[in-house]
């Protein structure tokens, strides 16, 4: 048993498999999420990964996985198995997320959320708020004492993007980017205009609403769009791509009974 963990973060989207060795995340990749790969294709694909790395299977400690997808997560099970010699741990309900979950659901929060969250925590301390910009665009609020204290979800940019060009006859699907002015002179410019800074101003009126009911916070950003988002507003303090998968380890550190 080695010194590497495999932490795949499964989101509707993509799939960002990322590489730690030891706490230091070594490297990782961002890939598009099939819920029709078959097991045999899901381990062969993870195993390339690691020959990429120079990693061999039989160096890894574990292989961790937070999914949002559950068509995905029996065949990459039996995927790790057969082709990684690892019984993957998941993000679920009933583990040790060292966090009170003060919510209605617990077992309904989604896994990326939780590692989100106890990452944030874990890094800033409370009360923080973090912003994961993915197919969909949540915020989950952490209290002083760490303790999980609910959310928002909203449909990301990308939903909004493709139902806008799936439901008109003559508008284009159009890259997600700030446009160079807020007043379009064409089609595609008129669309990122509406696009970019009509959920800047979701973001900051959802931000400011839950600053307003939680207090002082510190607000992190993960997530795709995360940089080109906190360019444009001063309510976001810290921008960290890798959010996620540092809360993921966090999470399987915790049910190794280890200190992380």
Request: charged share 20%; with cysteine; glycine share 12%.
């Amino acid at each position: 048993m080695g010194e590497f963990l495999l932490a795949l973060d499964v989101g509707n989207t993509n799939t960002v498999v990322g590489l730690f060795e030891g706490e230091a995340l070594r490297t990782h990749w961002r890939l598009t999420t099939h819920a029709e790969r078959t097991a045999d294709e899901v381990g062969i694909w993870l195993h390339q990964l690691l020959r990429w790395e120079k990693v061999d299977p039989a160096d890894l400690e574990a292989v961790a996985v937070a999914s949002v997808v559950p068509q995905v997560d029996l065949r990459l099970n039996e995927g790790v198995k057969r082709y990684l010699n690892r019984t993957p741990f998941f993000v679920e309900p009933g583990i040790r997320t060292g966090m009170p979950l003060l919510v209605d659901a617990p077992q309904e929060l989604g896994a990326d959320r939780l590692c989100d969250a106890v990452a944030a925590f874990a890094e800033h301390g409370g009360p923080c708020l973090v912003l994961d910009f993915g197919t969909a665009i949540t915020w989950e609020v952490v209290s002083a004492e760490g303790e999980y204290l609910g959310g928002v979800i909203a449909p990301g940019p990308g939903v909004t993007a493709d139902a806008l060009s799936s439901k008109t006859a003559k508008l284009p699907s159009v890259a997600m980017a700030p446009p160079a002015r807020v007043i379009g002179k064409g089609t595609v410019d008129s669309i990122q205009s509406g696009l970019f800074y009509g959920y800047l101003g979701l973001i900051e009126g959802v931000t400011r609403r839950i600053l307003d009911e939680l207090g002082e916070a510190t607000v992190v950003a993960t997530g795709g769009l995360a940089g080109a988002f906190a360019s444009e507003t001063d309510l976001i303090h810290h921008v960290e791509p890798d959010l996620t998968l540092h809360g993921l380890r966090l999470m399987w550190a915790l049910n190794q009974g280890e200190t992380a």
